[in-house]
């Protein structure tokens, strides 16, 4: 499974951005999406995540409120709607698939198989 992530920018704070992120394939209803975010010098860290089969999302408390996941089944696509965008949120975007969706572990990059090239997210203040 390839994944193209894309939509990155360069954006001042309290702007917006959305990301997007494609699979090369059908995405089962076992699996799960979701993006990670990784700033320099900063180890890789969860942001939010779809569970394919119920549709329940999940967010990083670092996000909730500003970040909208979302996704169309049809294109096999996944989004992430960046609101009120703080310096803080300056980093690489991947966006991974989990094949098999274990519970409570949706935020560990460990569980996911399958990862993007990464997108850009640069806020400036």
Not at 22 to 35: M, Q, V
Request: some cysteine; aromatic content about 12%; charged content about 15%.
């Amino acid at each position: 499974v390839q994944l193209q992530a894309s939509g990155g920018g360069l954006v001042q704070a309290g702007g917006s951005l959305r990301l997007t992120c494609t699979a090369s394939r059908r995405i089962g209803l076992s699996g799960g999406l979701s993006w990670f975010r990784q700033a320099p010098g900063k180890e890789r860290e969860f942001v939010a995540a779809i569970r394919w089969g119920t549709g329940s999302i999940h967010y990083a408390d670092s996000v909730k409120g500003r970040l909208t996941a979302s996704r169309d089944n049809a294109k096999n696509t996944m989004y992430l709607q960046m609101n009120s965008l703080k310096p803080e949120d300056t980093a690489i975007y991947y966006c991974a698939l989990d094949p098999v969706w274990t519970v409570g572990y949706y935020y560990a990059p460990d569980q996911y198989a399958y990862w993007g090239q990464g997108t850009l997210v640069t806020v400036s203040s």
